[in-house]
């Protein structure tokens, strides 16, 4: 669950001191950190087909049995926008800057993160990785919630919910405690617009439901977060869940964990390599695995698979709904 904590980060700069960095050849890291767009289309592309022939599927399938595992299928590959969303987000995918703008765009409207807003706070979440009060992005609370992780979350109700409420207060122009938070007064104006734009779309799906007197637009556009988003939601619990708050080493706060391909890079966009995001997040997704193998010395041991880190990530956040200040221990290289 997004944990929204309101408040500032700008009093607490002084504060503030490094983060952990690990050692490596400058020549090398400017060269991992150079953009092409080429990998990012390669991968962009393979996504949208997979989604788009997923939801075909689906949506041939509607008023038969099939259309269930069609549509879970379907919408546990939408969930997946969120890893476009983040990267785009960062404009570290395509090497041309307005590629990275669309695509952001794009995705922000489907997986419900208004673009303006959600661009500013997750400056938050990089700054002050799992920082109680102040990261906007903490999915496993302190304590934990284990109603909210395993079945709220799991369905998106939350999120959902907390963004169209967002994007419609915003869109009356309603100054929500986020937007004074995190975002400049002189860009709030297109907060508002572009939150206006969103209503606007989504109330014309509505409309192309209630024409053609079919639910079948909603599950296609509106819906797919709230029946498909289990898969993402304990794979991204995977980033930094059972791991240490208020930490200044990510390599304490923040998880790597190796999947296999189609999981990994295409649905994931390598962010399982979550360490190496975290500590160089200027490095394009395709270039995390080549980051973490000149690193990895320096970083704890990977968790081997999905399971495997499922397997020691479950037991410690059952600890932290009892005990807050619990936090699995991390083997850090001397």
Request: aromatic share 16%.
């Amino acid at each position: 669950m997004v944990k929204f904590a309101y408040k500032s980060i700008e009093n607490q700069q002084d504060q503030m001191p490094n983060w952990y960095r690990p050692n490596i050849d400058k020549k090398i890291l400017k060269e991992l950190m150079q953009r092409r767009d080429l990998p990012a289309w390669i991968n962009t592309i393979c996504f949208f087909g997979v989604l788009i022939l997923s939801g075909i599927v689906a949506w041939y399938s509607w008023g038969t049995w099939w259309a269930i595992p069609a549509f879970l299928v379907y919408g546990n590959i939408y969930s997946f926008l969120n890893a476009r969303w983040h990267e785009f987000g960062h404009r570290s995918a395509f090497k041309t800057r307005w590629l990275n703008d669309l695509f952001y765009e794009i995705c922000s409207f489907l997986d419900y993160f208004e673009s303006h807003s959600w661009r500013w706070s997750h400056t938050h979440h990089h700054s002050r990785t799992i920082h109680v009060d102040v990261d906007y992005e903490i999915q496993v609370s302190r304590p934990a919630n284990l109603w909210n992780l395993f079945f709220r979350d799991a369905f998106a109700v939350d999120r959902v919910w907390a963004e169209f409420k967002k994007v419609f207060q915003h869109s009356l122009g309603i100054e929500t405690p986020l937007m004074k938070d995190c975002v400049p007064e002189n860009e709030r104006w297109k907060v508002i617009w572009n939150s206006r734009l969103y209503m606007a779309l989504k109330i014309a799906i509505i409309a192309w439901a209630i024409s053609i007197q079919s639910f079948l637009p909603l599950m296609i556009f509106i819906t797919p977060l709230i029946y498909g988003g289990t898969l993402f939601q304990f794979v991204a619990m995977l980033q930094h869940g059972g791991l240490k708050a208020d930490t200044w080493d990510h390599r304490e706060s923040t998880r790597t964990v190796y999947l296999n391909g189609f999981l990994g890079w295409c649905l994931y966009a390598n962010m399982n390599y979550h360490i190496e995001h975290h500590i160089f997040p200027q490095v394009p997704f395709y270039n995390l695995p080549k980051l973490h193998e000149h690193i990895k010395d320096q970083c704890p041991q990977p968790n081997t698979s999905f399971y495997d880190g499922m397997k020691v990530m479950i037991p410690a956040i059952l600890k932290q709904a009892k005990d807050p200040a619990y936090h699995l221990p991390r083997e850090l290289p001397a």
